[in-house]
């Protein structure tokens, strides 16, 4: 599975922008799917999960109701809404792929991830 994450830009605060993550490979649908940041100088953490039908979400409580994570298996991609931005969201974004189908806020549940996509918020 190869992952391209879009979207990425510079926003002021309260602003809002959509990152997507595009995914090559049939067995998409299978995946769950998660996001993740990293802000300069900070560890890789966690963002957004959502399991392999789009029926559950899991949220980092730092980006809890202000963020939305989705996919569309049809077009195999997911999506990551993001609204009432703030400067501590400014970071690169990266999607991630879990083939066991089972996400969670660990980065080692994911087997692939995409290159990144740069989210900068100004004051």
């Known amino acids: 599975v190869q992952l391209q994450a879009s979207g990425g830009g510079l926003v002021q605060a309260g602003g809002s922008l959509r990152l997507s993550c595009a995914a090559s490979?049939?067995?998409?649908?299978?995946?769950?799917m998660g996001w993740f940041r990293q802000a300069p100088g900070k560890e890789r953490e966690f963002v957004a999960a959502i399991s392999w039908s789009g029926g559950s979400t899991y949220y980092a409580d730092s980006v809890k109701g202000r963020f939305t994570i989705s996919r569309d298996n049809a077009k195999n991609t997911v999506y990551l809404q993001m609204n009432s931005l703030k400067p501590e969201d400014t970071a690169v974004y990266y999607c991630?792929?879990?083939?066991?189908?089972?996400?969670?806020?660990?980065?080692?549940?994911?087997?692939?991830w995409g290159q990144g996509t740069l989210v900068t918020v100004s004051s």
């Open positions: 490979g049939r067995t998409f649908s299978s995946y769950a």
């Open positions: 991630a792929a879990a083939a066991s189908g089972v996400y969670g806020s660990s980065w080692y549940r994911y087997d692939y």
